[in-house]
């Protein structure tokens, strides 16, 4: 900025193009399971401050992908458009509680997914979308092991059309501070599913999901996780299936399959080398769970399940979405063969 005569300013602005087009990958690992994928994505596309991306995934060995488009400026810049288009390809398999295998099956998927969301301010979000799906479900040559009752749900599930609605509410806010986390954050999700919208079945679905997180003395940060849910249907794909993968540590991957559940996971991290370019960080953790068909079991306390151990993290700073996970569940309440998870990002 440059004064002259006359009291006349000339001001130079210096603009510096960003690269907005960026790609990403993830491998992950637990439970029995392994999950990849890659993709690209522009939040900047055509200059419109559109965001548009594409990603192929893969679970052990099935691939699939989706890919999206969101108009964080619809109307006002504090009101979100967007839609999704998936296919998913998802191997399951079923076990009894005590981690034994009871069968497979292979869930095909194609969904169109319709979303509009509110802030209102910075702690406040209201959102709907509209999910339309084409499921498919094949069996496993294994499935002679699945009792009676499951393996009628899965026969009768080969193949059907589901039109849901959801809404959601997010009240609270997660800050990022490089690779502390400080904050509150619920999430209310209410799904329905049947006649009045043209869907072939019926499903109810409440979801709840909570976060803090405090930051501690010596860069170091407490994090807390509880969730609960409640599904009324009868359709098995959309059981919850709680274990392993990101749920609760140390066991399989959907060890725990139910239509109502709760979950807890607590963990300390403390970094012992930080560096601008590199942060090792030590993590210790304790998990709990309890999945029933009923909630009057989830009360009962010998059903639930536990885990904890230790962990870490390899954390770049200067590297935005930098940070590999591997964590070893050193005890766990029951007898299980999965004891390492890894992957990208943090557990929670």
């Known amino acids: 900025m440059k004064l002259n005569e006359g009291n006349r300013v000339d001001l130079t602005i210096e603009v510096e193009e960003k690269w907005t087009t960026i790609p990403y990958a993830n491998l992950r690992g637990g439970g029995n399971t392994l999950y990849g994928y890659a993709g690209i994505y522009d939040i900047n596309t055509f200059g419109k401050l559109i965001e548009t991306g594409i ?21 006002d810049k504090h009101m979100l458009i967007g839609t ?22 292979m869930l095909h998927r194609k969904k169109i ?52 609605t959801q809404a959601y509410f997010q009240l ?29 079945e019926n499903i109810k679905r409440i979801l709840f999901q909570n976060s803090f997180f405090w930051r ?12 609960a849910g409640a599904i ?16 609760i540590r140390g066991y399989f991957d959907g060890q725990f399959r139910s239509k109502a559940y709760w979950q807890i996971n607590a963990e300390y991290r403390i970094p012992s080398f930080v ?17 029933a068909d009923r909630l009057s079991p989830l009360t009962d306390w010998e ?8 962990g870490f993290r390899l954390i770049s700073p200067r590297i935005y979405g930098f940070n590999g996970r591997m964590d070893i569940a050193l005890f766990s309440s029951k007898k299980t063969k999965s004891y390492v998870s890894f992957g990208a990002q943090q557990f929670f």
């Open 172 to 200: 609270g806010k997660l800050n990022y501070n490089n690779y502390i986390v400080y904050g509150k954050q619920s999430s209310l999700y209410l799904k329905y599913a049947g006649a009045e919208t043209q869907s072939n």
């Open 275 to 291: 560096h601008e370019w590199l942060v090792l960080q030590h993590v210790f953790f304790i998990d709990a769970a309890n999945a």
């Open 113 to 164: 997914n319709l979303v509009l969301e509110r802030e209102f301010n910075e702690w406040l979000n209201i959102g709907f979308n509209i999910s339309v799906n084409q499921e498919e479900i094949k069996e496993s040559e294994s499935n002679n092991l699945i009792k009676p009752q499951t393996k009628k749900q899965i026969e009768n599930d080969k193949r059907s059309k589901i039109i849901s």
């Open 84 to 105: 999704d288009i998936w296919y998913t390809t998802r191997p399951r398999t079923l076990y009894n509680t005590d981690g034994e295998i009871q069968g497979s099956y």
């Open 216 to 227: 501690l003395p010596y860069q170091a940060n407490a994090g807390l996780r509880v969730n």
């Open 55 to 75: 990603q192929y995934d893969n679970w052990d060995g099935k691939g699939g992908g989706l890919t999206w488009f969101r108009n964080p400026r619809f109307l």
């Open 232 to 247: 009324e249907t009868e359709s098995i794909q959309h059981y919850f299936y709680i274990g392993g993968f990101e749920n």
């Open 303 to 310: 059903n639930n399940v536990y885990s904890a151990g230790t």
